[in-house]
């Protein structure tokens, strides 16, 4: 795979905003002419969300009565929190729990503290959660929550009260084989600890209501770096399935430097992968023949703006998309490639460790242009499947090792990943169709197995 010259000039320009052209001086602009200049409103997560399920529904010929029953979430919880601020001032916050499916098992899905929540995007991530577990094949249904808010304006006492407040709000449709959450987007273990005391108090000790808790807390080894490492093993398989070889010597970029993003420049690095590029919410930063990953790790760590890590260039973060690799990783949040800026990507391969970063009319543009992608209900899988070692370390009160949830991990991204690529082979589908329609076809089944009585 040969790919030009890292060209940040070059990738400027074709990151370019996309603009309405203007009206001719010769006439005014035909109806239908000026219908296809303007820029149509962004569709909600969620319809993006069943737009993609329509494309496996239409496959797989369902009924119009199981495509409802299919689509359609089973419980919405929208609640109200209000604590007291460290000014003293009340304070409420929106929160949100989505239960979409839970035909193959209990709830499960993570908690995200935000100031972009809302119903409907709560609701499209409980959406993919359903499908991710049956592509995965782990014995989950589908759930997602979270709160509005911007946790860098709470102190952590505020953020221990919210938490707190959550888990009295949501208790009634919570339990270890109802509904079990996990970190997402500003949560992680400390905030699971929290919430496995409050709900604790009130029904005597259960280590397995939430995961990625602290693993001095009933937690499990390997959970913290199971979505970075998950999405490494879904690159390396596609690699080997086109031919391509290894990670070894291959190009990645990164946009996002949370969790997801630097466990998997971590592990690529690792694996001799150069990561030429990476971006955060602040600022990006790009070395050509590779970032000292470990180094650039060190530095965030420490309170540094990963834009200032002396080992790259700085670039502006609107850029990253746009730099030339191999794997394009998008890793942070939804929608950010879309029908406008596809067509500047310069990749091979796009490894959708964020949920649901390319749109729908993104995803046409790239199938287009002969660009795969590795589809986020697949490829961000780990983190679900070490979420659910941990569930069944906590039911059994055993510990398994590291080297045990890696192992088990491989084995199940790798063996996901061969069922979609047989279907996605033999049906001629878009690899993201195919793990659709496998988990569609899994939930169904499910369904129609426990009877609708």
Known sequence: ??????????????????????????????????????????????????????????????????????????????????????????ATFHAFRVQHDDSRGPFKGGLRYSPEVDLDDVRSLASLMTWKTAVMDIPFGGAKGGICCDPRQLSERELEALTRKLVQALRPVLGAHTDIPAPDMNTGAREMGWFMDEYSKAVGFTPGIVTGKPVHLHGSLGREAATGRGTVFAIRELLQAQGLGGIAGKTFVIQGFGNVGSWAARILHEQGGRVVAVADAYGAVAAEGGLDVPALVQHVTAGESLASFPGGSEVPKERILAVPCDVLIPAAIGGVITEANAGALQCTIVAEAANGPITPDGDQVLRRRGITVLPDIYCNGGGVTVSYFEWSQNLQSYRWTEEEVNARLDRTMTEAFRGIWEVATRERLPLRTAAFVIALQRVAQARANRGFD
């Open 1 to 90: 795979m040969t790919l030009p010259p890292l060209d940040l000039q070059n990738a400027e320009a074709m990151q370019a905003d996309w603009t309405v052209a203007a009206t001719p001086a010769s006439g005014p602009l035909s109806a239908r002419k000026l219908a296809a200049l303007t820029p149509r409103p962004p569709a909600s997560h969620a319809a993006n969300t069943n737009t993609f399920l329509s494309e496996a529904l239409d496959h797989l010929n369902f009924p119009p009565a199981m495509r409802r029953l299919l689509l359609t979430p089973q419980r919405e919880v929208a609640v109200k929190l209000a604590i007291r601020r460290d000014s003293g001032e009340l």
